[in-house]
């Protein structure tokens, strides 16, 4: 049993610096992890490469003239690897930035010529704002890079570390910030390519990264199994679960990284690890909710349950707002009664403002998505004591439910149907505890300011929605091992408020953002007032001017700021990756 440890990491780190023509892949056998771990990189002259690329663009020597001596550790000591300082200092003052963005692109040409796309070509078109949710994420990569394996990966990270040129990663592309997954210069690696479900008898599914939420679902559902995954089928694999990932079976589990067997990672030297309970453990738990700020992960090895019986789920539409003061006391009822005496259950309540084609004036609707995971013994599946009376308050509602017993995954591809590409959208939340005069206030401080100011908007859309994170889904992290969310001492139920709104006119960017910007600043206010404010923000729907790493603590911040040190000693993803959710406190670039 061969495994890599922190010191052998860190002596290959710096060997894999000082080689200007890497050495063959090398394989050792871990039993831990099906197959061979794959521990270099193909024969490849990356120095050729980049001479070749330089001169084509007549700029010869700019980047391997400059390239810095080699700096790495000795054995026991903390790793350095390739000094930049050289290098970096030459980018502030030259206009080197464009250069090196030019020399990443054709190097990543010469050597993937089928894989990558530069601007005005066909597959940089169809490749690059294709990948994004939201129309306020497009941007104009030098390059785009489309790897369909890991090698792939590992081989364009040494080019794009050697040239210190910007980079972002794409995974499904679900998020509404720019620049959070694009790259205005540089290359854009884009993950759709890594395709691949393969399930493991032994208990978990090795998945790509390149997937998506509802075609891992399908691959389970035909197995009779589930994981802890996206509760939207559109939604990718990858981002969600770096920043923790909430699912329908959360409330029994744990977040989606709760639920992780192992990670695969390139890091930003080219080195392909495997971070899991028994090798680089640091690693492990610091991708558990710490996102992108590691490294590139390829491949999710994530654990499955059986699925016998299929789940109980469905969508419930509430169109009648005398509903709602009664809605809101059975979410709150759920929250702090039913979702702890049912952790099999899960519910998302959601209340909506949407103006239909054909209508004049828009209309509000509670839309809430019901789910319960059925157990090998029951003979009449339903909702359960738990959802029950969110289910009968309306007799309407619940005949023109889609409630009923499916497989697993069809949970997630009902309600990724409704989702919309290519509008302008906005995603934001922050937490606070339970309190149902608090849900009705807050909900009464989104209704009476957004929706008169915005509601007639062209395209809009507006949604608030409440969801639980309870003491028992807490729990099962930590009986995991622990993730990075700082939630571990938690106390009490609280509840994710999200905010989510969509919109077709690039016009109503300032307009709309203002008045959200507005609503969350009151919100917060008031739940401070109150003493139930929570100062975690969930990351996957935080806004970019949160700090959601911030509020996982002082001692999970510790933890991936040395997590971060050892495996990326450069900073090449805190310096080079425009954009995203950093580490707070880690040295300026």
């Known amino acids: 049993m061969v495994r890599l440890s922190t010191i052998a990491l860190g002596l290959l780190y710096g060997l894999s610096n000082t080689l200007g023509v890497v050495a063959d892949t090398t394989t050792f056998t871990d039993p831990v992890i099906d197959g061979a771990i794959a521990v270099g990189f193909p024969s490849v002259n990356i120095t050729a490469i980049l001479t070749e690329a330089e001169n084509e663009l007549g700029v010869n020597g700019t980047i391997t003239n400059n390239l810095p001596d080699e700096s790495y550790g000795t054995p026991g000591t903390t790793v350095t690897a390739r000094d930049l300082e050289k290098l970096q200092e030459l980018r502030k003052r030259t206009s080197l930035r464009g250069i090196c963005g030019a020399v990443a692109c054709l190097s990543l040409k010469i050597l993937f010529p089928s894989k990558t796309a530069t601007a005005g070509t066909s597959n940089y078109a169809a490749w690059n704002n294709p990948s994004f949710w939201s129309a306020t994420t497009y941007m104009t990569p030098t390059c785009v ?167 109980y789920s469905g969508q419930l539409y509430f169109s009648d707002t005398k509903d709602y003061p009664k809605m809101f006391d059975l979410v709150y009822k759920y929250h702090t009664v039913g979702a702890l005496s049912d952790t099999s259950s899960h519910l998302i309540s959601a209340f909506v403002y949407v103006t239909l084609p054909g209508m004049s004036t828009g209309m509000h609707m509670g839309a809430f998505t019901a789910f319960r995971n059925i157990s090998a013994s029951e003979t009449n599946p339903g909702p359960g004591s738990a959802l029950q009376e969110i289910v009968d308050l309306n007799p309407t509602t619940k005949a023109s439910s889609t409630l009923k017993v499916r497989p697993y995954g069809q949970t997630a591809i009902e309600l990724g149907a409704g989702d919309v590409t290519g509008l302008r959208q906005d995603m934001r939340d922050f937490s606070v505890y339970a309190d149902a005069q608090l849900y009705k206030d807050i909900f009464q401080i989104w209704n009476t300011t957004m929706i008169p100011k915005h509601g007639s908007k062209t395209g809009f859309m507006g949604t608030i929605a409440f969801q639980p994170i309870t003491t028992n889904a807490v729990a099962a992290g930590v009986a995991r091992g622990g993730n990075s969310l700082g939630l571990e001492s938690n106390s009490g139920t609280m509840a994710i408020i999200n905010l989510t709104h969509q919109w077709a006119l690039a016009g109503d960017d300032a307009s709309i953002l203002l008045t959200l910007d507005d609503i969350v600043l009151r919100a917060i206010a008031l739940a401070k007032a109150r003493n139930l404010y929570h100062p975690y923000f969930y990351l996957n729907y935080a806004h970019k001017l949160n700090n ?42």
């Open 145 to 311: 890079f489309r790897p369909t394996s890991v090698e792939d990966i590992s081989l364009a990270m040494r080019l794009i570390t050697f040239t210190q040129t910007d980079f972002n990663v794409v995974g499904g592309g679900h998020s509404a910030i720019k620049g959070w997954a694009n790259t205005e210069d540089g290359v854009l690696i884009i993950l759709s390519g890594l395709k691949g479900v393969n399930i493991n008898v032994r208990g978990w599914a090795e998945v790509s990264v390149g997937e998506r939420w509802g075609d891992v679902f399908t691959a389970l559902d035909e197995r009779k199994l589930m994981a802890l995954g996206g509760r939207m089928s559109t939604v990718g694999v990858p981002g969600l679960v770096l920043g923790g990932g909430i699912s329908y079976l959360t409330n029994q589990l744990g977040f989606v990284a709760d639920q992780v067997k192992n990670f695969e990672v390139v890091l930003a030297n080219g080195w392909v690890v495997n971070a899991n309970k028994d090798a680089n453990q640091d690693l492990f738990q610091a991708l558990k909710g710490g996102s992108s700020n590691f490294g590139i992960v390829s491949r999710i090895d994530l654990y499955t349950w059986p699925c016998p019986k299929g789940v």
């Open 548 to 589: 959601p790493i911030g509020s996982y603590g002082t001692a999970s911040v510790n933890r991936l700021k040395k997590a971060s040190k050892l495996y990326d000693p450069c900073g090449v993803f805190q310096c080079r990756v425009p954009g995203g959710f950093k580490i707070p406190g880690m040295s300026s670039c």
